[in-house]
């Protein structure tokens, strides 16, 4: 079932999901399971809007030398990182896309072929990250 992002409770719950993954590891696949079917049950994914229409893209940033997307679990999430950014609290700083998970799946070979290579999910948070390119692998695992 998906549910619609922005609850404090969903956020929570995403939350001590993370914590659980980060503190249990990669190799964990039980607590990685949790997280991320957490996460794609979201029916979209919230990312601050960069550029001027028709020509509107996530805005994408640099960790540890790899090009990734800034993606969040709610327009909170995504309103704080803007702020933290130093994006005035102006339009800047509020315009958001909200992409139906499904969608996104969808796009990745786009991204993969800008050259974006991952995904992080709630940078001011705890964050976690993936792979562009097993999104959707990791949705089919979780969904199945």
């Known amino acids: ?3 619609a ?3 404090p409770e969903l956020d929570a719950e995403i939350d001590d999901l993370g914590r659980a993954a980060a503190a249990a590891g990669v190799q964990d696949t039980d607590a990685q399971s949790r997280l991320w079917k957490a996460v ?3 029916a979209h994914w919230v990312f601050i809007a960069r550029g001027e229409l028709p020509n509107v ?8 030398q790899t090009p990734m997307l800034l993606a969040f679990t709610s327009a909170e999430r995504a309103r704080e990182s803007a702020l933290a950014r130093g994006l005035a609290d ?4 509020v315009r958001l896309l909200a992409v139906p998970v499904g969608s996104f799946v969808e796009s990745v070979p786009t991204y993969l072929g800008a050259g974006l290579a991952g995904i992080l999910f709630n ?3 705890l964050g976690f990250t993936a792979p562009l390119q097993n999104l959707a692998a990791i949705r089919a695992h979780v969904t199945a």
């Open 123 to 125: 940078e001011q948070q």
């Open 40 to 42: 794609f049950s979201l």
């Open 57 to 64: 893209q996530p805005m994408a940033v640099l960790v540890e």
């Open 90 to 93: 102006s339009e800047d700083a």
């Open 1 to 3: 079932m998906q549910q």
């Open 5 to 7: 992002p922005g609850s």
